[in-house]
């Protein structure tokens, strides 16, 4: 986040410097025009240490000001006014701010090599401690964040990792929030982009998850099979206690067997014959 500030110069320096300008100013204009001419040259000097203090400060922004090297004071939106030459005033942007953190090369806790990236939201909610405590906040805020994601990551397993971004990403932000608190920063919000795997290690993942699929596939299947023959079972007890059921099944499956109506296979067989068949075996166990 740039930072803007009026031009640093040393403030004793500058207050001499324009001290012995306007009395120069004076002087001359009294060698001049006497009386008169140090009057008009007074206003003239008033008129333009006016003009040159003045600045503008956005609704976004708050004026860090410093006189003499000594804070003195942070100014609000709108017009203000700065002694030239004596203060100086920095202003800073106090809306959300998003930083990249670049790729991180890190060794999780089961020792899988990682390269993971991030972006951190902050925003600045002390203009005078961000300014006074730190010397550039938007880089103390990225370097800070870079060293708790490596710490957090070296901590967890690879699964947890890949499942949990919003626990981890959290657990940053809570560890870079601490930290920042007396620089005048609130970290909003922390948030891991991309996980990069090595290659071996995808391949791995890919058998894996294919692996799964495949026993998940076997073990629908076979419940399948175990549920027709549950449904098998059942049927043929019905057949069984249905007076000509098995009869009628044996005509489908005939009628089944050759679907052309061209060749027609006829295979009749009374039912009193089957009947008969069944006492005489009832009578010969009798027997």
Known sequence: MPIYTTPEVNPLAGLISLITFFLFALVMAYLSFGALG?????????FIVVIIGLRVIDQYERGVVLTLGK???TKQPGLTWIMIGVQRMIKVDLRITTTDIPQQEVITKDNVPVGINAVVYFQ???????ILNIQDYTLAVSQYAQAALRDVIGGIELDPLLSEREKISEEIKKIVDIATDNWGINVTDIKIQDIELPADMKRVMAKQAE???ERRAVIIRAEGEAQAAQRLAQA?????????GL?????????KLNPD????????????????????VKKVNGK
């Open 38 to 46: 140090v009057l008009v040259a007074l206003i003239l000097e008033v």
């Open 71 to 73: 804070y003195s004071g």
């Open 124 to 130: 600045v909610e002390s203009a005078e401690r961000a």
């Open 211 to 213: 692996s799964e699929r």
């Open 236 to 244: 043929a007890g019905v057949l069984a206690g249905t007076p000509g």
């Open 247 to 255: 009869s009628m099944r044996t005509l489908q499956t005939i009628e």
């Open 261 to 280: 109506p061209s060749k027609t296979v006829i295979f009749a067989l009374p039912v009193e014959v089957l009947e008969g068949f069944k006492e005489l």
